[in-house]
């Protein structure tokens, strides 16, 4: 007779990642679900996914480029703002959603086991399908304006993996911190509407002076963002190179914290949820 023992599992500093790995296809399968469930019982459906940053591109466009005439480091506005507002619609997607998502599913926390970590991680996977839809647009923007990709493009991957790095950073902090303080779920939305102008998403942090550039780089969605309009819009310079390093260790450091911090208060979820 085969005997299956349930045991608590013991303290760890950190999440195991091996253990995470062999249950990938249930990460693959939260986020399915969660792209599902969210256009579900929407109105006009994925249509969300294009009108948002549409809509977003052609105020910004007349706000702060008509009327307030800011700088943009060489490239058209409408196409400066498209990328970095598509860049910043992901990461506060991932935050918006994965900070709920142990609270959302604690019905899941007190029955089953699994590792905990897939639930905010699987928002990464799905608003990358979001993301791929929105960059889409953001290409044609770009193609209006004559602006082609050249052989920045080779570097895209490593500033949206320095913004994903972020996210994952942020949200294994928020969607912990949430399940003992309720009132972070309050606080996100707040957060993120400030953060979409300390990230750097409206004006180019060029035009700032090189220590405030260093203060920039201690957001690294923002020196993500501004990665991404250099690979993507043919114009303009990156941040200095100690802006960039900084900007590496601050998200390296956000994403180790929180992994620290998600592993400590793992085992207590299901008592506090």
Request: charged share 15%.
């Amino acid at each position: 007779m085969r005997v299956t023992r349930i045991e608590a599992a013991r303290d760890r500093s950190f999440p195991d990642v091996v253990e995470a790995w062999r249950y990938r296809g249930l990460l693959l399968a939260f986020a399915r679900r969660n792209l599902a469930v969210r256009y579900r019982q929407a109105a006009i459906g994925v249509a969300w996914i294009v009108l948002q940053p549409l809509i977003a591109v052609t105020l910004f466009t007349f706000v702060f480029r008509r009327v307030a005439d800011l700088p943009t480091d060489g490239m058209p506005y409408s196409a400066f703002a498209a990328i970095g507002m598509t860049a910043w619609l992901y990461f506060a997607r991932v935050v918006a959603d994965g900070s709920n998502s142990l609270v959302a599913n604690q019905a899941m926390l007190t029955k089953v086991w699994f590792p905990r970590i897939l639930l905010p991680m699987s928002h990464l996977l799905e608003c990358l399908v979001d993301y791929s839809i929105m960059l889409a647009l953001a290409g044609l923007i770009l193609l209006w304006h004559g602006v082609l990709p050249d052989g920045r493009l080779a570097f895209f991957p490593a500033f949206f993996l320095l913004l994903a790095a972020t996210a994952a950073g942020v949200v294994l902090w928020a969607s912990a911190l949430n399940v003992r303080y309720r009132d972070v779920r309050a606080a996100i939305p707040f957060l993120l509407q400030t953060g979409l102008f300390v990230s750097m998403v409206v004006v180019a942090p060029q035009v700032l002076t090189e220590r405030q550039q260093m203060i920039v780089a201690l957001n690294p969605a923002a020196v993500a963002i501004d990665g991404l309009r250099w690979c993507l819009g043919g114009a303009g310079d990156l941040l200095s190179p100690a802006s960039l390093s900084l900007a590496a260790a601050s998200a390296l450091a956000t994403l180790i914290s929180g992994a620290w911090y998600f592993a400590r208060a793992e085992r207590r979820f299901a008592d506090v949820v």
